[in-house]
């Protein structure tokens, strides 16, 4: 049978499509602009039809009406990662949460350790062999394709075809729908005075060469700014992001010296601009692979002066990093900052950055503080940290003792805290 043929017989409306789902199901959803909104908003007008039907995702991006707190026994979101559509859900308790590093999400989905019933997501338009692209989310979706009873694609002309590791065939899918509106847009976050202070120091300390793994966020895309007159550098990220199409746009990126995948830049998942996604369409400079590929820290750590830079909301004198809670109360989730912490620790001539404002809430409370909150999750360790860096300097960490740390934290401070920061320490015997 045609290709073609095969894709018209699996071709549904959306409220057709949903009904692929069973009671106690569990759908996975690609992160962020992945994620299929003719699907979900389908899925929502029918919850109150299923019983017991979770669905896991990495950072949603638009609050659908499943995301309700009135009809979770029906249909409950299952966080892998909170986002602002999700973060007050999860602080209420009424969308759970599964703790995770990033990179780790496919293995557990393969050894059945996180469930993969069905696969809801968004896919470019199918090609001549019949395979369609995951390319706006790969992460964990590829795995879960390899497990699920069901797998539902949203087939959408605006949705680049990448290549890599991230195609599906029509044989393996159950059913199709079609939509034809543009991919949601993110934009770059503002970046103020602060930012542009943190990102200058950053900046300052990446060589020509280097490969960048750059998080989302005011202070990683101030670095980025500052990057347009570097030369060389590569690309081994998990998000490909408008900051980064920036630095191809301008020349810095180039991918030629890097000694691991050289002359390609790889990435898991994009959040960017029509702009972007039209330029990852059969770009072969680029590859979209699962995140067990492009977040292992062993694989990525192979590339070379690897610089990781990713933001905390909170950091201890011993160097701990609190950068997905306030407190006990969820903010965000790991992500792949742990990833690509370790991943550049294990780089010859590596560079993980934690980069953070030295205070919040207009100059009253400081961000380096002598020890976390109680029940803050604990993203980085201080076994891993490396560079830490506010508007006021840089600290380096990795083989410093616990008193040395206390002292170049301390240093990085906003000044009106030093004094307090110093009498806490000596009070906790780490000065």
């Keep these: ?9 699996k071709l549904r409306s959306p409220a057709d499509a949903v009904r692929e789902v069973r009671d106690g199901d569990f ?3 690609p992160t962020g602009v992945g994620e299929p909104p003719h699907l979900l908003a ?7 039809d299923f019983r017991d ?11 659908y009406a499943y995301i309700d707190p009135d009809t ?4 409950r979101h299952v966080a892998y990662f909170y986002g602002g559509a999700t973060r007050a859900g999860g602080q209420a308790g009424w969308i759970d949460f599964i703790p995770n590093y990033f990179s780790e999400i496919p293995a557990k989905i393969e050894r059945g350790l996180m469930p993969a019933d069905v696969v809801f997501s968004m896919a470019s338009p199918m090609d001549e062999e019949g395979y369609f692209s995951l390319s706006l989310g790969t992460d964990y979706t590829m795995a879960a394709v390899s497990r699920a009873r069901a797998v539902v694609l949203e087939v959408n002309p605006n949705v680049p075809f990448a290549l890599g590791n991230c195609k599906v065939h029509v044989s393996q899918v159950a059913a199709l729908v079609e939509s034809e509106e543009p991919v949601l847009e993110v934009g770059l976050p503002k970046i103020g005075i602060v930012q542009e202070a943190i990102g200058k120091y950053v900046a300052d300390m990446i060589d020509d060469g280097s490969t960048l793994q750059i ?8 670095v980025v700014m500052q990057l347009t007159g570097k030369h ?9 992001g408008e900051g980064i199409l920036t630095l191809i746009e301008s020349g810095a990126v180039t991918n030629k010296r890097k000694n691991y995948l050289p002359g390609k830049m790889v990435a898991t998942f994009a959040l960017g601009s029509s702009k972007l996604y039209r330029f990852m369409h059969r770009n072969p400079m680029l590859e979209m692979h699962p995140v067990s590929y492009t977040n292992d820290p062993f694989l990525a750590g192979q590339n070379d002066n690897l610089v990781a830079i990713n933001a905390t909301l909170q950091i201890d004198l011993l160097g701990q ?11 965000s989730g790991t992500g792949g900052q742990s990833d690509f912490v370790r991943a550049a620790n294990r780089s010859r001539g590596g560079k993980a950055f934690i980069v953070l404002p030295s205070t919040a809430k207009g100059d009253s409370i400081s961000r380096i503080v002598p020890v976390l909150g109680p029940g803050t999750h604990v993203s980085t360790s201080k076994n891993d940290v490396n560079y830490v860096v506010t508007e006021y300097g840089v600290a380096q960490l990795r083989g410093k003792s616990a008193k040395q740390r206390a002292r170049e934290l301390i240093g990085i401070a906003h000044p009106a805290f030093r004094a307090e920061l110093t009498e806490q320490a000596k009070r906790i015997n780490l000065l």
């Design 1 to 9: 049978m045609q290709h073609s043929e095969t894709y018209k017989q």
């Design 42 to 48: 389908a899925l929502s007008e029918q919850r109150r």
């Design 232 to 240: 060389d550098l590569g690309i081994h990220t998990e998000m490909i």
């Design 321 to 331: 990093c609190g950068s997905e809670s306030l407190g006990s109360s969820p903010f």
């Design 27 to 29: 759908i996975v959803v």
């Design 53 to 63: 039907v979770k669905v896991g995702q990495i950072l949603a991006m638009r609050k």
């Design 72 to 75: 979770v026994d029906h249909v």
């Design 215 to 222: 998080g989302y966020g005011g202070i990683p895309d101030a």
